[in-house]
């Protein structure tokens, strides 16, 4: 029955082990020879599994211990660990670590609460906080963009600012009002108490506006723009702007747009990119750079801070930038070399309408809604928002404290201090405040990166600008 | 009868190739050479520039050379921590890739057994996964399973290592298939008549013969997660951060360190393009052996 | 009589009662759970592979078609299994090509298609050349090798950072050639921006690239047989000649599943225009995989963003089925 010579049958007993037959020509197994047949044990599939399943333990094992899970701590009152992810501040990441750690310090001795400290960098903090979100991993405590805080407002993960929670850190009042304007959406408990405020001021060389013989700081939009021409000639520029920026475009798009009486949002929460005032806005500033031609055409590539170097090493005599003081240190460029002045508008007065010259900047601080020991959390919220912190901290990042009590602090009316804390008083809106707020930030940022592209080539047309800004528009999801 | 090339090819011997030839080859080669080392040269380049020089004008040779980016490049950026976690990550990545793959392939080169086609189709199929569709799916998944369990996968090193050894099964598979195909079956048989079993005659005769195509499967699983930049972005934070996506830190709030950036490159890209060039051989001979069919 | 388990005629074979040397009933009894063993065999040893397969590829795969259907946006990213059920909104929004998002995908596509025929053209040409040419023995071939795989070993997030940095407006060393030292151009040109965009994206994808078709075609070209070159060459034909009658039709297997491979990659990949143009792609080289993760991290709404990635993986599917099916064809007539 098919047992041909040299077949080969082989019989495994139950231990594994095989015996061989060969056939021979008549069907009976020949003798087994000696030399072929051994009882050999096979190395069952069951011992190279759990080769590979150690393997594989081993490997859980090893990274485990170098996984720092961003795990919440448990239990309230002191002995208690936190999780507190705070945004690129400084000049570079190890720069913050250097300014917080020993702030943190302070607070484990005062209250014995440990805080575990990451600084993350923009490109990235935004899609942590969205992963937290989705994942319900989250820190404690995180910094926000102020304009985010709608946005996450509407994602249901973070920690309603209600009155008790509020008296937790000393109350709502101990805020100044504007920046207490962009902490979430109208008619809902804000989602984030303000941290560090900033503003939009104009940055002007001293020394080239002497060389060109101009007085002082522009005092009007179109002096500014006179001054720009003046100062524009060989490799040198007027004015220098992050054109490939999407948060830069979308803060001038949405300032200048205000001068124009477009918010870009109805008071409903709709989008209205195409109202005239908006094309206006945003053609006004790209045009800086289409037909006023004081930009350098290579700005509309800019987005890593280039324009930053370019003022601070004399290629361009302006910029319209938020607290560069720290980071024009950075690059070698002492405050006696450079003048600040607020951003200039038509009418000449900076003030709220239509006359508005920067938005709300600055950073908010939240607590997750899962957080598992809300008390540390709101102590540590308590500290960071407390005057003598902020005197700290807002010194050390150039920034404006957004509590009253601290702003008052000498160490805040430097020249260029002076000038953002008056602009944030008196002549600065809030970004719009509604849930989609951050779509918005994306797709009009890009329109206007977009129409930079276009504006390398020349003047750019009321025509085109509504087409970005339409299209833009049509993308935004309820 | 007359050879190609005329008489001068005559004298260089019949099968020579003509002038034409060589002078196209010539060129043609150069230009490719040119092409493919230009940006290296810049990497090199630029490494041995102050910061200056590197964000003015482009200059072909710098003067004055330093060294510097290469010791400040370790302070700006934890880079010592990125490249230890891109070396454990990829490591482990790749030998337990190999394993899997070396089993998975015995296989489908040795049996025919049920499901072999559709099993081939499948694993071949996940080669055309838009990565952007499994990622948001895949990191609820280790959520999910680390909730659930208690291992942490999102966030850890385990995790990526899953990840990547995965994404290089397919190919590792389909070539060492291909491998051991050409390896004659009549080793098995030997073995196996001398009484080993399936999977000793594995360990014993197919895979001594087949370890060029091991060493190619464990180099391109090494290098495929050692450049693997869009999960990386995703599924680490602060302490398990890959060179990936490390070298982002680079550019900072005053400035881009583009000096830094070369040099770092440079040393991150010694080990892959070492490894890879020594491997090529086999690479070859592994494609020879499992394309070409 | 054979079990169909093993491909080796001599393979180890279940022994039935007729086996000598050994009761039957006992060796029946043993031998069932070997046979089982025996059988399960190369199911076992695919098992693991399997099993992370369907952990990393297959489920987050058939989670992601499951999400598509789903409308995800940022309201729901902390409960996203109580998302609500969108049916096949996301795909009505996402395959309206009049509509704006619908109108960004398709462009997107064609773009990518573009780009796609371009690269796959020009990495081909430039590997087959190579290859080609470098088939003798000459001096220095082995460093030429070397050389021309470099940008392939290189990895990706390096080499495409020295190309952004190459490419650069203001500093760039190819605005330095081409306007600076030779003059072709008048003023400096964008290749970060604007429509050289495509431009700086095919040229980057293709240095990528083309070492990979070198590599491949070189493994090819070691299948064609000598002598029948020497035949060729035997009979008067010239070199080019042999290219085309000979090199040419020997390579196409290899070709074919070289192109199939090539424009799987080229088509998904997502590190090089990531990494050289970051968040916002300009319109001209806005490539499918960078417009649907801008779709889904930038605008928070994943449904969507999942819905266009399936539609990307159906049509990916059916351009790789359709085409393995014609070369098959191909190949058996």
């Known amino acids: 029955m098919g047992l041909t010579e040299g077949t080969v049958r082989a019989t495994q007993y139950g231990d594994s082990s095989y015996e061989f037959q060969v056939y021979g020509a008549n069907s009976e197994p020949k003798k087994p020879e000696t030399r072929g047949v051994r009882r050999v044990r096979r190395p069952s599939p069951i011992a190279i599994f759990a080769l590979a399943a150690a393997l594989a333990i081993t490997v859980v094992g090893c990274s485990s211990s170098s996984s720092h899970g961003t795990s919440a701590g448990s239990g309230s009152g002191s002995g208690a660990t936190i999780t507190y992810w705070a945004s690129d501040q400084g000049s570079s990441i190890a720069d913050d670590y250097t300014v917080l750690n020993p702030e943190l310090a302070k607070f484990t001795k005062q209250t014995g609460i440990k805080v575990k400290l990451e600084v993350i960098g923009w490109p990235d903090l935004l899609n942590r906080v969205l992963a937290a979100t989705t994942t319900g991993q989250a820190p404690d405590v995180v910094n926000i963009g102020n304009t985010w805080s709608a946005s996450l407002q509407a994602t249901g993960a973070l920690l309603p600012w209600s009155a008790q929670n509020f008296s937790a850190i000393g109350g709502e009042n101990k805020f100044v009002t504007s920046a207490l304007g962009s902490t979430g959406a109208a008619g809902k408990p804000p989602a984030a108490v303000p941290l560090y405020s900033v503003a939009y001021a104009l940055y002007y060389n001293k020394a080239m506006f002497q060389q060109a013989g101009i007085a002082g700081p522009p005092a009007t939009w179109a002096d500014l723009i006179a001054d720009g021409k003046k100062l524009t000639h060989g490799g040198q520029y007027g004015l220098a702007i992050e054109g490939g920026s999407i948060p830069e475009n979308i803060h001038h798009a949405f300032i200048f747009g205000q001068q124009h009486g477009c918010s870009f949002f109805s008071s409903s929460g709709a989008p209205t990119f195409t109202q005239p005032g908006c094309v206006q806005g945003v053609q006004q500033f790209v045009n800086l750079m289409g037909s006023d031609k004081i930009v350098n055409p290579g700005d509309a590539e800019y987005d890593q801070n280039q324009s930053l170097s370019d003022f601070a090493s004399g290629k361009a005599a302006m910029l319209m930038w938020q607290a560069a003081g720290a980071n024009l240190k950075a690059h070698g460029m002492s405050s006696s070399q450079y003048g600040v002045a607020p951003v200039p508008v038509q009418s000449g007065v900076p003030g709220q309408g239509t006359s508005v010259d920067s938005m709300v900047a600055g950073i908010n601080i939240a607590i997750f809604k899962n957080t598992h020991n809300l008390a540390a959390a709101e102590k540590f919220v308590q500290f960071m928002t407390s005057p003598a912190e902020q005197m700290i901290l807002c010194k050390e990042y150039g920034s404006i404290p957004p509590v009253s009590a601290a702003q008052q602090d000498p160490a805040f009316a430097t020249p260029e201090l002076s000038v953002l804390r008056n602009v944030l008083a008196t002549s600065a809106v809030a970004m719009p405040q509604v849930s989609g707020e951050s779509q918005f930030e994306t797709l009009v940022g890009t329109a206007v990166k977009n129409l930079f592209a276009d504006a390398v080539n020349g003047p750019v047309s009321a025509q085109t600008v509504e087409q970005q800004l339409a299209s833009a528009q049509s993308q935004m999801s309820g | ?293 | 009589m054979a079990r169909a388990s093993t491909s080796a005629p001599a393979g180890p074979e279940r022994t039935q009662a007729r086996a000598g040397g050994i009761s039957p009933r006992a060796s029946a009894r043993r031998a069932r759970p070997g046979r089982l063993r025996r059988i399960s065999l190369p199911y076992l040893l695919l098992l693991p592979a399997l099993l992370f397969e369907l952990l990393v590829h297959l489920v987050p795969m058939v989670v992601g078609v499951f999400i598509s259907f789903k409308a995800l946006t940022q309201l729901y990213l902390a409960q996203w299994e109580h998302a609500p059920w969108a049916g096949l909104g996301n795909y009505r929004t996402v395959a309206d090509f009049n509509g704006p998002i619908g109108q960004a995908l398709l462009h997107s596509f064609v773009v990518t298609c573009a780009f796609t025929a371009i690269a796959i053209g020009l990495s081909w040409l430039f590997g087959c050349a190579a290859a080609i040419l470098a088939q003798d023995r000459f001096r220095g071939r082995g460093v030429l090798r070397a050389i021309f795989l470099t940008p392939y070993a290189l990895p990706a997030y390096t080499s495409v950072i020295t190309w952004a940095f190459m490419f650069q407006y203001n500093n760039g060393l190819v605005n330095q050639v081409l306007h600076n030292e030779l003059g072709i151009t008048s003023r400096p040109t964008f290749w970060l921006l604007g429509d050289n965009s495509f431009i700086a994206l095919v040229t980057v994808s293709v240095w990528r690239n083309w070492p990979f078709a070198f590599l491949v075609i070189m493994a090819g070209l070691q299948s064609i047989p000598r002598e029948l070159y020497e035949a060729a060459a035997i009979d008067g034909a010239g070199i080019w000649q042999q290219i085309r009658h000979i090199t040419m039709p020997g390579l196409r297997p290899v070709n074919q599943v070289l192109v199939l491979v090539l424009f799987l990659w080229t088509f998904n990949d997502f590190t090089t225009p990531f990494v050289l143009f970051g968040n916002a792609a300009p319109q001209n080289a806005d490539v499918i995989s960078l417009h649907i993760y801008n779709a889904s991290f930038l605008t928070w709404n994943f449904g969507e963003g999942s819905a266009m990635s399936v539609l990307l993986l159906l049509f990916l599917l059916v351009v790789s089925g359709g085409y393995l099916l014609v070369t098959s064809r191909r190949r058996d007539a």
């Open chain 2, 1 to 293: 009868m007359p050879s190609p090339g005329g008489k001068a090819a005559a004298i260089r011997g019949p099968m020579a190739p003509p002038r034409s030839f060589i002078w196209t080859r010539r060129i043609v080669l150069g230009v490719l050479t040119i092409f493919a080392l230009l940006p290296v040269y810049v990497m090199v380049s630029s490494s041995l520039k102050p910061l200056q020089d590197v964000s003015g004008t482009f200059r072909w040779i710098p003067s004055p050379i330093t060294f510097s980016p290469y010791i400040q490049m370790w302070q700006t950026v934890p880079l010592g921590r990125y490249f230890v976690n891109s070396l454990i990550v990829c490591t482990c990545a790749a030998l337990v890739s190999v394993l899997l793959a070396t089993f998975a392939a015995y296989a489908v080169s040795r049996y025919r057994f049920r499901g072999r086609r559709v099993f081939t189709l499948v694993v071949l199929s996940t080669q055309m996964f838009p990565g952007i569709l499994f990622l948001l799916p895949l990191f609820l998944i280790f959520v999910s399973i680390g909730n659930a369990t208690g291992i942490t996968l999102y966030g850890s090193l385990t995790g990526l290592v899953i990840t990547y050894l995965t994404f290089s099964l397919p190919f590792s598979i389909w070539l060492l298939a291909g491998y051991f195909d050409s390896i004659p079956r009549g080793l098995d048989e030997a073995a196996l008549v001398d009484g080993c079993g399936p999977l000793s005659a594995l360990f014993r005769v197919v895979i001594p013969a087949a370890i060029p195509g091991i060493i190619t499967v464990a180099i391109y699983a090494f290098m495929t997660a050692w450049s693997e930049v869009l999960f990386a972005s995703v599924m680490t934070n602060d302490t398990t951060r890959t060179l990936a996506v490390g070298l982002r830190d680079y550019s900072t709030q005053t400035d881009v360190y583009w000096n830094q950036i070369m040099a770092a490159s440079i040393v991150v890209s010694i080990p892959v393009v070492a490894g890879f060039l020594l491997m090529q051989r086999f690479l070859v001979a592994g494609l020879t052996a499992g394309a070409v069919k």
